[in-house]
């Protein structure tokens, strides 16, 4: 019989931000670590998200014992609604992970066939040849763990998203004891999280925010708008308790973050005092100076809640003269021109707005620092280390780290997607890689939950490319004469004339639908357009093109 | 006959960040300071640059006066070739300045219409009924001037962009007692620049860049590869000092690079030891351990020259392990993927990369910071007081920075461009609007100097809209089956398959030609594209339609 092995197979996470996914295999025994997606780049035009390729996963699939999620984040588990169509294997989470995951299967009908299995920290789990352990760690939302995994060569420790906060909101610590008795023991392998390796000294703990906000609070006269990642429960809890501390009440606005606080709340997970919340459809008639609002949409996206507050498109919510906002969130590098594009909205309306951290902190990062994983890095004295989660500078970088704490014995791995490692209880090898890459999902807007599809080429060679030309007269705001929309691979030969006179009107609708600072931000205009002309198209033909918008300024 | 009044009419700069122009009119005398472009935002694809809405000045054309140019950045002269087709007017400005508009007139053949004056800082000038001071002030480029405007109602100030730089590299200091003097004396206004509003603190010297870079140039056992903006005169001047204090010889690389050094040494503004350039051509055969490189590139322009370095993709300098490099500018918001993505290819590489301040100063801001912003208002106090050079957010700190300081007696004007203030001897009136706007410019690539085109709905109706399509398999890196040419408003009715068949071939050869790296990064692609494209339709058609290129990742 041949040696003991163990493959370590990226499908993604290691050579950009986001869609983390990572596949350990002992002989014909296989676990998938986290499924994660991320935001396209500006480049890919006509996408909502992306996804890993998984052709090695499904020509693998009848090895494939579990899936084992770190978090509930999107970038960890937002890939599961359209890997599960391929695999199935039981998906172990702790509890509000799968929560998460609960919501996001049902809204695609995905249930039924699948078998989540809720973990707790500190308990051991038997998959095929590896032994887990769920060990307790500290980032931005709650119930996150790194995962201890014995297998048949050695143990291998991956940290998921991490930071050691010292004083965690919610109480439950960073299990340092857990690394130190693996680290005693002996770990073959650590795979460690990247994000943050930029930054030298420790992340401050959740607990800093508090002052700053609080304070900004008692300072305001009317309403409260804090923007902060929906996932971010601690976070929540801590504005919860500044509401509650400063006689205000609290409302929730965005679907993401009202799923989520009810989420955690009906778990206990987060505490609000009995009378402290206020609906959102009370919002207008309660007094402004009694209340904060929570709102989703930080990163600015086109259409969500913050967006449309900002352009005074919404429902529920004004944004009033003298109102406080505060943006309690990173500034995610790329979408840097679409927040201050919403913020220079809200500074028009003479808007009070706080977005970073030189008054005070208002936001702290979920993230390891450097010194954060060089304690790692001691704590565990892997043989081999290879960084995960990050750009290929940024694992670049932790591996230079690493190798300055010089607590790796044996050697120091800096691998991106596809690129395979065989450990064996002896050495590692760089073995052939497997495919890797990219795909590309049209999800359905952000309001709705529509079927998905694969971008692939033949969803493109079938259903075809539809591109909308819209001229915006930038001194009258106003659309000049009628759009024109090429199309490719898409029209039908019989009535292809009545259908794009028709989608020209859908067109025309919605821009005039729009108010007049939504006609000025291109990024919300196109965005509208694209899924109105998609539930038009798909109604009229049952074809769902490519819909690629585009404006030019006159 | 009426009481003498003075119009003041932001053209552009006032609500984002670029294309800065203001005019100032009494009567029927109007000047105009600056006549700057910016880059397109991601939206407005298949655009070069944007330069201001001119309706105003060509409706007024006949009592345009002067020019008046503040310094020989992009956004303050760049838009000057496209407008001097409409407008004629004498150009004023100082020494380098003007050698920087020269050259880029000479190149739109505009040279011989038009006539450019020389001015020396503290010298007078006398244009209609205005009264012009040039007033030396320190930023990130040399001869850099505010002006002091004495008009029939009183004194204007327009700092132009400015910090405060006590310890200037070329000598030339921020005269303080110029503005001490006016503010003496009585200034009506204050136009004054907002860039680093949101910084507080004072912008370190252009000094402060030695230490590091020099530290970083004795430790480096290979070439020293810098790039920085190709008008930093200072810095390239600190970079050539380091050189020649660490026993290296320098290169220059890239157009804008080599003909900002020409056009500075031949004025003998740049100081650069004889003996200590290596030609271009030479770097191949030069010991690496012996050279420093300055290369343009630093926002990862496609094209560019250090963009093509990272991609191995330059035909004089190659990038090679253990090589440094040195990021020594600003990561412009909106370019920070471009940037990234071009770093990550040099990690790749090998390279030895610094891209922030974290281990020591490699860039310093050209822009005053709060306190700077704080001290000019404090010696201007000016009766009305109008921040500019800046998006709508940091317009509207700078106005409330000058409420904290309260030096401003009558009235801070927040407004943004086309908004006109009318200026008495007694007060300041909000006028009716004047047009104002972008206009998007297609210059031709970065790379050849062809006929621009102005982007208007003639354009677009008379040439049409070319969308290539291209879908590229990232797991081959190759293009899959033939690209597909969407076309509007373009194609001749009678040879328009030979045409396509020939646009195909033109992009299958451009993406063939290009090498691996490139292959994998969509913007060089893509722009790549754009241009082969453009040269080869307007070469068949006469005919410049608008290219969007669109890449489809399989």
């Avoid at 930071?163 to 008795?181: C, L, N, S, V, Y």
Wanted: a negative charge.
């Amino acid at each position: 019989m041949s040696k003991p092995s163990l493959l370590a197979i990226p499908l993604g996470g290691l050579g950009e931000f986001g869609m983390n996914m990572l596949v350990l295999r002992s002989g014909d025994d296989m676990i998938l670590i986290d499924a994660g997606m991320m935001f396209p780049e500006v480049e890919l035009l006509g996408v909502d998200i992306v996804i890993p390729d998984i052709t090695y996963l499904k020509q693998n699939r009848q090895h494939l014992r579990a899936i084992l999620l770190t978090h509930g984040h999107e970038d960890h588990i937002g890939a599961l609604p359209y890997i599960l169509r391929d695999l199935n294997a039981p998906i172990y989470g702790t509890r509000f992970t799968l929560a998460l995951v609960h919501k996001r299967l049902e809204e695609h009908g995905l249930l039924d066939k699948t078998d989540l299995r809720e973990v707790i920290p500190g308990r051991k789990l038997e998959v095929g040849p590896f032994e887990v352990e769920f060990i307790s760690v500290t980032h931005s939302t709650i119930d996150c763990v790194a995962l201890a995994i014995r297998t048949p060569v050695g143990i291998v420790i991956h940290t998921g998203d991490f930071k050691i906060d010292q004083t965690p909101i919610d109480g439950q610590p960073f299990d340092f004891h857990a690394f130190a008795r693996y680290g005693h023991e002996g770990v073959l392998a650590l795979f460690s999280d990247s994000t943050n390796v930029e930054r030298p000294g420790y992340t401050p703990s959740e607990r800093t925010v508090r002052p700053r906000i609080e304070e900004l609070t008692r300072a305001a006269t009317r309403k409260v708008i804090i923007s902060c990642f929906a996932s971010s429960i601690p976070r929540i809890q801590t504005i919860v308790n500044i509401a509650a501390a400063t006689g205000r009440k609290v409302a929730f606005i965005g679907r993401s973050m009202v799923d989520n606080v009810e989420i955690a709340h009906g778990m206990n997970r987060l505490t609000i005092p009995d009378g402290l919340i206020v609906r959102s459809q009370d919002i207008g008639s309660f007094p402004p100076e009694k209340l904060v609002v929570l709102v989703a949409g930080s990163q600015a996206e086109p259409m969500s809640s913050l967006s449309r507050v900002a352009v005074d498109n919404h429902r529920l919510l004004t944004l009033d003269e003298r109102d406080t906002v505060i943006l309690s969130a990173r500034i995610i590098p790329g979408n840097e021109k679409a927040i201050f594009r919403m913020l220079d909205h809200m500074f028009r309306k003479r808007a009070l707005i706080y977005y970073d951290n030189d008054g005070g902190t208002i936001h702290v990062s979920g993230h390891a620092s450097q010194e954060e994983q060089k304690l790692l890095l001691n704590l565990v004295r892997p043989r081999f280390f290879i960084p995960v989660h990050g750009e290929y500078r940024q694992l670049f970088r932790h591996a230079a780290l690493a190798h300055t704490v010089g607590s790796v014995s044996e050697e120091i791995l800096l691998i991106e997607d596809g690129q395979t490692i065989e450990f064996t209880e002896d050495a590692a090898y760089r073995r052939e890689p497997v495919t890797a890459g990219r795909i590309c999902v049209d999800s359905g807007s952000l309001e709705e939950i529509e079927e998905f599809v694969i971008r692939d080429r033949k969803h493109l060679s079938e259903d075809g490319v539809v591109v909308p030309i819209i001229a915006i007269d930038k001194h009258t705001g106003q659309i000049e004469s009628t759009p024109e929309i090429v199309t490719r691979g898409f029209l039908p030969s019989d009535n292809g004339i009545e259908l794009l006179a028709g989608a020209r009107e859908v067109i025309l609708r919605t821009f005039e639908g729009s108010n007049a600072e939504e006609k000025t931000d291109w990024s919300v205009i196109k965005e509208k357009i694209r899924v109105d002309l998609r539930r038009y198209l798909k109604k009229q033909t049952s074809k769902r093109p490519l819909i690629l918008p585009v404006i030019l300024e006159l």
